[in-house]
């Protein structure tokens, strides 16, 4: 009876999860248009980009200006965003996976029909695909989910008096990639929400974890896996390639070239952060191997003496 009770509760549960992530009137109607998504619009995209690079060089120069040595006191507001940012990356990539698959079932007619497979159609949408449904519904919480990952720009600013260009340009291309995703209903954004989330899962789960005091690992964790999240974007770009060439086109082609040149840029960048750190950790070890050494010498030194003195 017990068991029973379990199974009906476990179902009850999952029966809960299909509505509000699959079966939601707002999830299954949902459209990419100015009329009815918030911030949908070219000029709302540039001017949050314009006010996010404004608001983190000014707030940046100000801390200059005063020569504000200390870090400013966040309080729990780091930890907090970063609990926040872990939790909707877990709920959009369950969301995105399901909604995924959903959307694979109930357009198996058209992918079968052209003789292609569920692959095929995550990597490259059918010409004249509409920004409508399941899946964009999530690609739209991953657009809004890009806004709150850029306070993060802030608390840098603010705890460590740092703000580099590399940092502004990367969050500025997210957002924008984001975007175009919807706004041409790019092939490929499926595979690439689901590795950014689940990166993104990992690392603010991770700096959750650094944040409420807990020990932080001695290896570069959100470089690593930054690495291995643009290798997997360029092994799915060169199969988006191919299937635009051998099935006659992918939808929103365009905006996914352009998206290219800006994830080059990016991996040139996280390219460059991983050697510096690589050449930093290995002078440090250098270093410490020469004071090390330096150190046996003097104890060689000490001892000679003491022989002589024995003597």
């Known amino acids: 009876m017990q068991e029973i009770c379990t199974m009906t509760q476990t179902h009850s549960v999952m029966e809960n999860l299909k509505y509000w992530l699959l079966d939601h009137p707002s999830i299954v109607s949902f459209r990419w248009s100015p009329a009815e998504s918030w911030g949908s619009t070219w000029w709302f995209l540039i001017s949050s980009i314009s006010f996010y690079i404004a608001t983190a060089v000014t707030l940046h120069l100000i801390l200059k200006l005063f020569r504000r040595s200390r870090p ?34 109930d357009t198996r007619w058209l992918w ?15 010409l004249g695909m509409r920004p409508s449904g399941r899946v964009f519904f999530w690609s739209y919480i991953f657009y809004l989910s890009r806004f709150l990952h850029m306070f993060r720009t802030l608390f840098v ?3 460590h008096r740092k703000l580099s260009f590399s940092r502004l340009f990367n969050n500025s291309v997210l957002l924008l990639m984001a975007f175009l995703w919807l706004e041409f209903s790019q092939s490929l954004q499926v595979l690439a929400i689901l590795f950014s989330s689940a990166v993104c899962s990992v690392v603010y789960g991770y700096r959750f974890w650094v944040e409420i005091g807990l020990p932080r690992k001695a290896f570069p964790i959100s470089v690593n896996v930054h690495f291995v999240l643009l290798g997997c974007n360029l092994a799915c770009h060169v199969g988006v390639l191919l299937l635009h060439h051998w099935r006659g086109g992918c ?46 010498e003097d104890m060689v030194k000490l001892a000679s003496q003491d022989a002589k003195s024995g003597q």
């Open 251 to 296: 939808n929103g082609i365009g905006a996914w070239v352009f998206n290219s040149v800006l994830n080059v840029f990016i991996l040139l960048q996280i390219l460059k952060s991983y050697v510096k750190i690589y050449w930093k950790r290995r002078n440090k070890g250098a270093a410490s191997d020469c004071s090390a050494l330096k150190t046996e």
């Open 72 to 105: 400013i006191p966040l309080g729990p507001l780091p930890a907090v965003h970063a609990l926040a940012m872990a939790l909707i990356s877990v709920t959009t990539f369950i969301g995105m996976f399901f909604s995924a698959k959903a959307e694979a079932i």
């Open 157 to 159: 600013v603010l705890r």
């Open 112 to 126: 079968r029909r052209n003789r292609a497979t569920p692959l095929e159609w995550l990597l490259c949408f059918p």
